[in-house]
């Protein structure tokens, strides 16, 4: 089975990146699914990662992938809890 990760930061001036990076670990840690979390503030090179592999040179924290597959960002990691389709999101169904 792949594993979840999650691209966060433990370094922000942001209450908004803050709240949205806890609310998805704590809806992960609700429904008991595994992840990763990667904290690009110790190397840059992680940040570069995140941003290559969403495809987005602009993305901020948090994303979200399943193995090397993209699933998304804050935005539609919750739009998947609010319709309940967060396994197929997450590409784990």
Avoid at 31 to 42: C, E, G
């Amino acid at each position: 089975m792949t594993c979840l990760t999650v691209y966060s930061t433990s370094v922000t001036g942001s209450r908004e990146i803050k709240s949205q990076q806890s609310e998805v670990t704590r809806i992960l840690d609700g429904k008991n699914i595994k992840y990763n979390l990667v904290d690009i503030s110790q190397d840059n090179a992680l940040r570069e990662e995140m941003r290559a592999k969403s495809g987005n040179p602009k993305a901020i924290p948090p994303q979200i992938f399943n193995g090397d597959r993209y699933c998304g960002d804050y935005e539609l990691f919750v739009e998947a809890v609010e319709q309940n389709t967060l396994h197929e999101f997450l590409k784990l169904a």
